[in-house]
């Protein structure tokens, strides 16, 4: 508790405050910002970090004007919206299933936004904007399947998981069989839209991710105290009060809509929903679901992977969700290795 301040305002309102969460959300903030500033200086023309600051602040020559404002940034903003979605509703899945592996990517919904966006491709040869709507739509009705079935007087943790896992197989296969059915260019453009990518990506992915980001996010830490409640059980959460299913409801449909808009905008990237939540946890030492610390870890994680993914592979520029998916295949092998050895597996 010593990382714990109180501060009290002079109307006589008081406000606990998490010393070293707030310090690790900070440093991952400012983590993010300079690495969007160098991937927005990272390219064919590379251009200073100090001229994309002047440029951004509405100071720089036309030719970086054009490079930045209309090519760099909105792939940059995209990731870091994207990664902060993926991260915030990872945290809520695995806070309100009370499991580390009640993540989107566990539980199908990449795969569900997947089989919308392959539905959009392979059936009607649809635009980008279409492929977008279908992910989305497809996010929204896997995340109702599995609500649904996994509803027995509420929706419990481990039943939730083990629902997703079989939904998420089912829907596996009907990607594996859109795929089948395709042509060979149909194919090829979902292939590239399922690894998970920010590649020509533009103010169109943009301006729908940020509006739905600035409505679900105040909603989700509006009832961030209802879900801490929730963690202690929902037999002391009735006792003291809360409307458990309600608040339940609320959070996992803002984690659906939350994780099919990321998936709309940039693809199903792996991982991020999975490690975020945990890698904050970790730095911050705090209980609870860590909403905002997870939520600011997955816009971290993004952007430096899509700068991994363009520089360290030499001229071989991988999608961000290769690299995403190895760091997260690493990242669960050390989490065993590391409750193997604690004897708890």
Excluded at 31 to 57: C, E, K, Q, W
Excluded at 185 to 204: I, P, Q
Excluded at 257 to 282: D, E, I, K, N
Excluded at 309 to 321: H, I, M, T
Aim: net charge positive; proline share 4%; aromatic share 4%.
């Amino acid at each position: 508790m010593k990382n714990i301040r109180s501060l009290r305002t002079p109307g006589g309102l008081s406000l606990r405050l998490d010393v070293r969460a707030c310090t690790v959300v900070v440093l991952l903030l400012a983590a993010a910002l300079v690495a969007s500033v160098v991937l927005i200086g990272t390219g064919d023309f590379p251009i200073p970090a100090g001229d994309v600051l002047r440029t951004l602040a509405g100071d720089g020559k036309p030719g970086q004007e054009f490079i930045v404002t209309e090519l760099r940034l909105p792939r940059v903003l995209v990731g870091l919206l994207v990664g902060a979605s993926l991260g915030l509703g990872g945290a809520l899945f695995q806070s309100v299933s009370r499991n580390p592996l009640g993540s989107p990517d566990v539980l199908g919904l990449g795969q569900g936004s997947t089989a919308g966006a392959l539905v959009m491709i392979v059936l009607f040869s649809g635009s980008a904007a279409q492929v977008a709507a279908g992910a989305l739509v497809g996010g929204l009705v896997t995340g109702l399947a599995i609500y649904l079935l996994a509803w027995k007087r509420g929706v419990h943790g481990y039943r939730l998981v083990l629902v997703g896992i079989g939904v998420s197989a089912i829907v596996t296969a009907v990607d594996g069989y859109l795929l089948t059915k395709a042509d060979i260019v149909d194919a090829a453009r979902a292939v590239v839209w399922m690894t998970g990518s920010l590649n020509g990506r533009d103010w169109d992915q943009v301006w729908p991710l940020l509006v739905l980001v600035c409505v679900l996010v105040p909603l989700v830490l509006g009832n961030a105290r209802g879900l801490r409640m929730m963690e202690m059980g929902d037999d002391v959460s009735y006792a003291l009060g809360l409307r458990v299913e309600r608040v339940r409801l609320l959070l996992m449909v803002s984690a659906v809509l939350l994780t099919a808009g990321a998936t709309a905008a940039a693809g199903p990237v792996g991982f991020v929903a999975l490690t975020a939540p945990q890698l904050a946890r970790r730095l911050t030492r705090s209980p609870g679901p860590n909403l905002v610390p997870s939520m600011v870890m997955g816009a971290a994680l993004l952007i430096i992977a899509d700068w991994a993914s363009q520089r360290v592979f030499g001229a071989d520029q991988l999608p961000v969700g290769v690299v995403t998916g190895v760091l997260g295949g690493v990242y669960l092998l050390g989490l065993l290795v590391t409750e193997r050895r604690a004897g708890r597996i």
